[in-house]
């Protein structure tokens, strides 16, 4: 079955940096929408950046501009992002989630997600 797996999350200094690791399995790792998601605690979930194998990456907020990339891996079926210059209210769960269906970066219909990877930014 299609399954994603978060990793690298960790407690960091503001101002660190992160890489955060979505690996894929389950499907052919060319015809997809992969994006990163956060939720703060006590807050709802926001998207933050996405990659299509179609049209390539979407920005969903701006509040993580200039600091934050995505990438990916294809031999590694594995998605990426990299967090510098880290701010407390970064601090939330990063969540993958993987549309198979209509793979171009929407703001709804994800069919699966990973479990989650915590990130505490400290002041």
């Known amino acids: 079955e299609v399954q994603l797996v978060e990793s690298g999350g960790r407690v960091v200094q503001a101002g660190g940096s992160l890489r955060l690791s979505c690996v894929a399995s389950?499907?052919?790792?060319?015809?997809?929408?992969i994006g990163w998601f956060r939720q703060a605690p006590g807050k709802e979930r926001e998207g933050v950046l996405c990659?299509?194998?179609?049209?390539?990456?979407?920005s969903y907020t701006d509040s993580v501009k200039g600091r934050f990339s995505i990438s990916s891996d294809n031999a590694k079926t594995t998605v990426y992002l990299q967090m510098n210059s880290l701010k407390p209210e970064d601090t939330a769960v990063y969540y993958c989630?993987?549309?198979?269906?209509?793979?171009?970066?929407?703001?709804?219909?994800?069919?699966?997600w990973g479990k989650g990877t915590l990130v505490t930014v400290s002041s």
């Open positions: 389950g499907f052919t790792f060319d015809d997809y929408a």
């Open positions: 990659i299509s194998s179609y049209f390539g990456i979407r």
């Open positions: 989630a993987a549309d198979l269906i209509t793979p171009r970066c929407r703001v709804d219909g994800w069919d699966y």
